[in-house]
């Protein structure tokens, strides 16, 4: 979501705003300080969520209607009403008005990708939690129910009832901006992370959203781009996470995204909002269209767009228009309230509403050390130099711009605002006050820690020859509406790294970044890991990590490629000059030639060699395979044993992989399943896994269905999607 979005503000803007305010003004006191005497059936909390809906509906004018379909504004905006009249919104990123007389609340809505944003605009604390691409490092469906459950709980503390987090994008470029807000690059993966995520905020009593849906796969050029992809690829890939994340959460709203998909705007597409989302998978919830992303009044509504943000440009004045002229039916405009009051009824915030209170600082805190910890990639860890014997360690070299007060964060709509100060600027790069440093120098009090911030390379390896061990924590900013121009390391960091590296072999580079980057120093330094966005606790998990206090577990939710000739797109499709003078329509296209190959499909298929394969991680321990089985049935069950055969405690990702037929035209071979399994030094596990049909499937465009494609199907489980010793083979009917 774009704060700066070139919006114009008019008097439909004016009319919209102004009915609601007063609808507000004159009915709320009396309505609220009647409270439940009045008879309000839909107030029944036995009946269902579309039966109180109904109920609501029959009881609202066209006034009330319009005013649930469009925002109202945002801090720092133009307001629509200026003078005395109030603003009714708790900061972030705007508010709904709600229906006082009939007890419908107002929705409260704010950021909360990785944390609830705007915290500094009502002076809150927020806590930041690891980012989303972090997060799915975990592979934790535990965890990722406890980062929902956080946001959810830190939401309604702060004044609000609904969430704008929950982005579930592929991967399908790492130098897309907003890489860090998404799961990875696998859609069974990334689905189920997000659903679960999304199930345990809306547990809270608020509001959930999933988004962008759809392709939203690059931020240059983001409202021009027209993304042209075969139906069969989009259902395999993008489309098929939004199906699985919306299957667990069933979330309260849906995010359009701003791009264009095969000609139209995805915020007034046909075939993504009704014919995908709310016909083949019957969602509930409504649509809301990102930040300035809608640009149509009928054609949208008739597509499927449910509520405009952040204003009411095309669904105020224009849409009541629309309405008394005839051109939008009263059915489809009562669908659309009905979407929004079902939300409002399923989530909880009608019957719960919200009270500002004080935020479980502490509690945040552990969870989020808790989550970083477990979402931290130990990439590289030559000869056993990791984890550090602190018996041993007489000297340390600490290294890196701000390495020695903070960790950097993901910018943009996502950015939560660090402690102690107030609202961060757009696209101001936030270091949280996080000190590698000093958790460093905590973990090891009989050494000496020095720092550097490696400004000057020279000094830098200077402080690494002389030191037993150098630790370099290199970073890259990342954020939305804009893309990487590569997968490099910012401001010579990757001279650094070279340069302390060879004046101290025993270097190990700590990562700090939103995707993935190229690592021409790795064969140079003994061990590396990637901490992502590690959150408001990022030290302190990164030194428990490095000091062997947490044996590393996580694993890579995408591929680390060599260099960017080796992606799909190796030059990044951009908008042709003053192409944002008219966003009327796309003014450029990006043609996904890749089709079905996504992430590691597109490396599998075009047999490229890869610096880290999706799946990869590693261990302080290790772990052996055996004894596959596969039985086929109404689910196909895969079930095989892991032993840790190592010397310490740890866990491991068990991952489950399938070949379809050849006859399906398909790539290599796809994730299918895993496992998380905790397991002590010679400790053995067996595992079962129920493979769903769905995840064997094809989509067929002829039938607008789903198919296994009858014949021979390969199972393979490793440790990774290029380490995978078991096999077997097994037909299915």
Same mark, same amino acid.
């Given at each position: 979501?774009?704060?700066?979005?070139?919006? $114009?503000?008019?008097?439909?803007?004016?009319?919209?705003?102004?009915?609601?305010?007063?609808?507000?003004?004159?009915?709320?006191?009396?309505?609220?300080?009647?409270?439940?005497?009045?008879?309000?059936?839909?107030?029944?909390?036995?009946?269902?969520?579309?039966? %109180?809906?109904?109920?609501?509906?029959?009881?609202?004018?066209?006034?009330?209607?319009?005013?649930?379909?469009?925002?109202?504004?945002?801090?720092?905006?133009?307001?629509?009403?200026?003078?005395?009249?109030?603003?009714?919104?708790?900061?972030?990123?705007?508010?709904?008005?709600?229906?006082?007389?009939?007890?419908?609340?107002?929705?409260?809505?704010?950021?909360?990708?990785?944390?609830?944003?705007?915290?500094?605009? &009502?002076?809150?604390?927020?806590?930041?939690?690891?980012?989303?691409?972090?997060?799915?490092?975990?592979?934790?469906?535990?965890?990722?129910?406890?980062?929902?459950?956080?946001?959810?709980?830190?939401?309604?503390?702060?004044?609000?009832?609904?969430?704008?987090?929950?982005?579930?994008?592929?991967?399908?470029?790492?130098?897309?901006?907003?890489?860090?807000?998404?799961?990875?690059?696998?859609?069974?993966?990334?689905? $189920?992370?997000?659903?679960? %995520?999304?199930?345990?905020?809306?547990?809270?009593?608020?509001?959930?959203?999933?988004?962008?849906?759809?392709?939203?796969?690059?931020?240059?050029?983001?409202?021009?781009?027209?993304?042209?992809?075969?139906? %069969?690829?989009?259902?395999?890939?993008?489309?098929?996470?939004?199906?699985?994340?919306?299957?667990?959460?069933?979330?309260?709203?849906?995010?359009?995204?701003?791009?264009?998909?095969?000609?139209?705007?995805?915020?007034?597409?046909?075939?993504?909002?009704?014919? /995908?989302?709310?016909?083949?998978?019957?969602? #509930?919830?409504?649509?809301?269209?990102?930040?300035?992303?809608?640009?149509?009044?009928?054609?949208?509504?008739?597509?499927?767009?449910?509520?405009?943000?952040?204003?009411?440009?095309? @669904?105020?004045?224009?849409?009541?228009?629309?309405?008394?002229?005839?051109?939008?039916?009263?059915?489809?405009?009562?669908?659309?309230?009905?979407?929004?009051?079902?939300?409002?009824?399923?989530?909880?915030?009608?019957?719960?509403?919200?009270?500002?209170? /004080?935020?479980?600082?502490?509690?945040?805190?552990?969870?989020?050390?808790?989550?970083?910890?477990?979402?931290?990639?130990?990439?590289? &860890?030559?000869?056993?130099?990791?984890?550090?014997?602190?018996?041993?360690?007489?000297?340390?070299?600490?290294?890196?711009?701000?390495?020695? $007060?903070?960790?950097?964060?993901?910018?943009?709509?996502?950015?939560?605002?660090?402690?102690?100060?107030?609202?961060?600027?757009? #696209?101001?790069?936030?270091?949280?006050?996080?000190?590698?440093?000093?958790?460093?120098?905590?973990?090891?009090?009989?050494?000496?820690?020095?720092?550097?911030?490696?400004?000057?390379?020279?000094?830098?390896?200077?402080?690494?020859?002389?030191?037993?061990?150098?630790?370099? @924590?290199?970073?890259?900013?990342?954020?939305?509406?804009?893309?990487?121009?590569?997968?490099?390391?910012?401001?010579?960091?990757?001279?650094?790294?070279?340069?302390?590296?060879?004046? &101290?072999?025993?270097?190990?580079?700590?990562?700090?970044?939103?995707?993935?980057?190229?690592?021409?120093?790795?064969?140079?330094?003994?061990?590396?890991?990637?901490?992502?966005?590690?959150?408001?606790?990022?030290?302190?998990?990164?030194?428990?990590?490095? @000091?062997?206090?947490?044996?590393?577990?996580?694993?890579?939710?995408?591929?680390?490629?060599?260099?960017?000739?080796?992606?799909?797109?190796?030059?990044?499709?951009?908008?042709?000059?003053?192409?944002?003078?008219?966003?009327?329509?796309?003014?450029?296209?990006?043609?996904?030639?890749?089709?079905?190959?996504?992430?590691?499909?597109?490396?599998?298929?075009?047999?490229?060699?890869?610096?880290?394969?999706?799946?990869?991680?590693?261990?302080?321990? $290790?772990?052996?395979?055996?004894?596959?089985?596969?039985?086929?049935?109404?689910?196909?069950? /895969?079930?095989?044993? /892991?032993?840790?055969?190592?010397?310490?405690?740890?866990?491991?990702?068990?991952?489950?992989?399938?070949?379809?037929?050849?006859?399906?035209?398909?790539?290599? #071979?796809?994730?299918?399943?895993?496992?998380?399994?905790?397991?002590?030094?010679?400790?053995?596990?067996?595992?079962?896994?129920?493979?769903?049909?769905?995840?064997?499937?094809?989509?067929?465009?002829?039938?607008?269905?789903?198919?296994?494609?009858?014949?021979?199907?390969?199972?393979?489980?490793?440790?990774?999607?290029?380490?995978?010793?078991?096999?077997?083979?097994? &037909?299915?009917?």
């Amino acid at each position: 979501m774009n704060r700066l979005s070139r919006i $114009t503000f008019g008097l439909s803007a004016t009319f919209s705003f102004a009915i609601g305010i007063t609808i507000f003004l004159e009915h709320g006191a009396s309505a609220l300080a009647q409270g439940q005497s009045a008879n309000r059936p839909w107030m029944d909390k036995t009946l269902s969520p579309d039966r %109180r809906a109904d109920l609501v509906l029959q009881e609202m004018t066209l006034d009330e209607k319009i005013a649930l379909l469009h925002g109202n504004g945002m801090p720092g905006w133009p307001r629509a009403v200026p003078g005395a009249n109030p603003y009714l919104g708790n900061g972030g990123a705007g508010f709904v008005l709600g229906v006082p007389r009939l007890g419908i609340p107002i929705i409260q809505i704010s950021d909360a990708a990785y944390g609830v944003r705007s915290s500094g605009e &009502n002076g809150r604390y927020s806590t930041a939690l690891p980012s989303n691409v972090a997060s799915a490092a975990s592979w934790d469906v535990q965890a990722a129910c406890a980062y929902g459950a956080l946001i959810g709980r830190e939401l309604r503390a702060q004044g609000y009832n609904m969430s704008l987090g929950g982005g579930v994008n592929l991967t399908r470029d790492p130098r897309n901006g907003r890489t860090f807000e998404y799961m990875g690059e696998d859609p069974i993966l990334a689905g $189920t992370l997000v659903g679960n %995520r999304i199930k345990c905020e809306q547990a809270q009593h608020v509001i959930g959203d999933t988004k962008h849906y759809a392709l939203n796969d690059q931020e240059s050029g983001r409202d021009e781009v027209n993304v042209i992809i075969s139906k %069969r690829a989009m259902r395999e890939s993008d489309l098929l996470a939004f199906q699985i994340d919306i299957e667990i959460a069933n979330p309260g709203a849906v995010m359009c995204s701003y791009n264009a998909v095969n000609g139209d705007y995805a915020c007034e597409n046909k075939y993504l909002l009704t014919d /995908v989302l709310k016909k083949d998978w019957n969602f #509930k919830g409504f649509v809301l269209s990102d930040w300035g992303g809608t640009h149509s009044t009928e054609k949208a509504s008739t597509a499927g767009l449910d509520h405009e943000e952040p204003m009411d440009d095309f @669904f105020g004045e224009k849409l009541r228009q629309a309405v008394q002229g005839g051109r939008v039916s009263q059915t489809e405009l009562d669908d659309h309230v009905h979407r929004v009051l079902r939300s409002e009824f399923a989530s909880g915030i009608v019957d719960d509403p919200v009270q500002k209170s /004080v935020v479980d600082i502490e509690g945040g805190l552990e969870t989020s050390r808790h989550i970083a910890e477990q979402s931290i990639v130990l990439l590289k &860890n030559e000869q056993g130099i990791l984890p550090l014997d602190r018996a041993k360690l007489r000297s340390i070299a600490v290294i890196g711009l701000n390495a020695n $007060t903070g960790m950097i964060s993901g910018g943009g709509s996502a950015q939560v605002d660090p402690p102690g100060r107030g609202a961060t600027k757009w #696209k101001e790069h936030v270091w949280f006050p996080t000190s590698p440093l000093k958790a460093i120098a905590a973990k090891a009090p009989g050494a000496t820690v020095e720092f550097d911030s490696g400004a000057d390379r020279a000094s830098a390896a200077a402080l690494a020859k002389k030191s037993d061990v150098a630790i370099v @924590f290199a970073y890259q900013w990342t954020s939305e509406d804009f893309d990487l121009p590569s997968l490099s390391l910012p401001d010579n960091q990757d001279a650094l790294i070279e340069q302390v590296a060879a004046a &101290n072999p025993r270097t190990i580079v700590v990562l700090e970044t939103g995707s993935a980057v190229t690592m021409p120093w790795l064969n140079q330094v003994g061990g590396a890991l990637e901490a992502w966005y590690a959150g408001s606790k990022g030290e302190d998990a990164v030194a428990n990590i490095l @000091f062997g206090d947490v044996n590393p577990s996580a694993k890579l939710p995408m591929t680390f490629p060599r260099s960017e000739a080796d992606l799909p797109h190796p030059h990044l499709v951009t908008p042709p000059p003053g192409s944002r003078n008219d966003e009327a329509k796309p003014t450029f296209e990006v043609h996904y030639d890749e089709g079905l190959k996504v992430g590691y499909k597109w490396y599998d298929a075009e047999n490229k060699p890869v610096l880290f394969p999706f799946g990869y991680g590693l261990s302080y321990t $290790t772990f052996s395979y055996s004894g596959l089985k596969v039985t086929s049935g109404s689910e196909t069950t /895969v079930s095989f044993t /892991v032993k840790n055969t190592g010397s310490s405690a740890g866990a491991e990702i068990a991952e489950v992989y399938a070949a379809v037929p050849a006859s399906a035209g398909e790539p290599p #071979k796809r994730l299918v399943g895993w496992d998380k399994l905790h397991l002590n030094a010679g400790e053995s596990k067996e595992v079962s896994a129920s493979v769903r049909p769905l995840y064997l499937s094809v989509y067929d465009e002829g039938s607008n269905s789903w198919k296994v494609v009858p014949g021979s199907y390969t199972f393979m489980v490793g440790g990774s999607s290029r380490s995978l010793p078991l096999v077997e083979k097994v &037909n299915l009917k």
